[in-house]
């Protein structure tokens, strides 16, 4: 239906645009502008995740708008960068952004010798690969963990997902944006509450204050102050970027995490997956009403163990003992073991 594709690059050349046409353009450039950040962001998470670095958001934001600027010209479209590809090169043993730069122009020489040979590429195969493609992106596995949230953040994402596939992708994408907005609002207002201090109060805190407990020297204890949500779970990677310093138990006190959502969740269980890889364990206490609701109907507890979910930093510490109880009962097995090993 198409024929082949050029082989040659295009001649930049301004677009001509009026002043009707940029005042209907204005919105949808806006809204693509915005999914093309988030989708980049994301995939520089994913990498970071894959291996330990920390990007520049930054630099991220300001090269893909550079460059978006620039494909115009040449008839090009807007570009993101790609989880999938990324996720492929990292597994691949890309260390560097060189990796990236090796990976566009191969397909720019794909493109400048083999372009004429896609017109003998059926309609049907191509049909079928971006079929597998759509599929994959969906990430339909996660659907299960959205049904355990709460009905807000169903509702928000029931919504973003019809309108993508009855209405249009940018109406989608405004109107998913603007209710995860008010959705922040809504619960950043619910975190404040106005309570007398009682006598039951002081007694139920005495458990959570650390000024008089016994901290192991091993036993490294972390907090988290205020909401826990989309926009504020960045802080948790880059307090915890070096793990190094950080003792054989890391406690995380929620005593004054007001509020948590889903990518709060995601954000404590890569924070999980990364000490446990590192040996360490992660215990978490204190968590309030919401948050302990969020955290006991998701799939986090797979990831730290419902026995190190507990109630207030006193128990945290005597988990922690337990903890190291079975480290050096572990390393004397070890010990004993190579000492009766036969040489």
């Not at 990796?99 to 400048?112: K, Q, S, Y």
């Not at 807000?152 to 998913?176: I, K, N, P, S």
């Not at 204890?221 to 802080?235: N, V």
Request: hydrophobic share 50%; glycine share 8%; with cysteine.
């Amino acid at each position: 239906m198409f024929g082949a594709i050029s082989a040659t690059i295009p001649h930049p050349q301004m677009p001509h645009l009026s002043l009707l046409q940029i005042t209907a353009l204005v919105g949808p450039a806006f809204t693509i502008a915005m999914l093309a950040a988030i989708e980049s962001l994301l995939s520089a998470v994913v990498a970071d995740g894959m291996s330990g670095d920390h990007h520049n958001s930054n630099m991220e934001l300001v090269a893909q708008g550079v460059a978006n600027i620039a494909s115009p010209l040449f008839g090009g479209i807007p570009a993101t960068g790609a989880i999938a590809r990324t996720a492929t090169n990292i597994r691949s043993g890309a260390l560097t952004p060189v990796a990236g730069m090796v990976h566009a122009l191969t397909l720019l020489a794909i493109l400048m010798v083999a372009a004429p040979l896609a017109r003998f590429v059926p309609l049907a195969t191509l049909a079928a690969v971006l079929f597998v493609v759509a599929y994959n992106m969906g990430e339909w596995r996660e659907i299960g963990t959205i049904l355990r949230l709460s009905k807000t953040d169903m509702a928000v994402w029931f919504t973003t997902f019809a309108l993508t596939v009855f209405a249009d992708l940018t109406v989608a994408v405004e109107v998913g944006m603007t209710l995860a907005a008010l959705l922040y609002i809504y619960r950043i207002a619910e975190t404040t509450t106005v309570a007398p201090v009682t006598r039951e109060y002081l007694e139920d805190g005495q458990a959570h204050i650390l000024q008089d407990k016994d901290i192991p020297s091993n036993v490294t204890i972390l907090r988290i102050h205020g909401p826990f949500l989309f926009g504020t779970t960045e802080k948790l990677a880059e307090a915890t970027r070096d793990l190094k310093p950080f003792g054989d138990v890391v406690i995380l006190r929620l005593r004054n995490m007001t509020a948590l959502d889903a990518t709060g969740i995601h954000a404590l269980e890569q924070f999980s997956d990364r000490l446990h890889k590192a040996g360490k364990t992660l215990l978490l206490c204190g968590a309030r009403d919401q948050p302990s609701r969020l955290i006991s109907g998701s799939d986090f507890l797979k990831h730290v163990g419902a026995e190190n979910i507990l109630p207030h930093v006193q128990a945290a510490l005597a988990r922690a003992r337990e903890v190291q109880g079975d480290f050096e009962g572990v390393g004397r097995e070890l010990a004993l073991e190579l000492e009766h090993r036969p040489l």
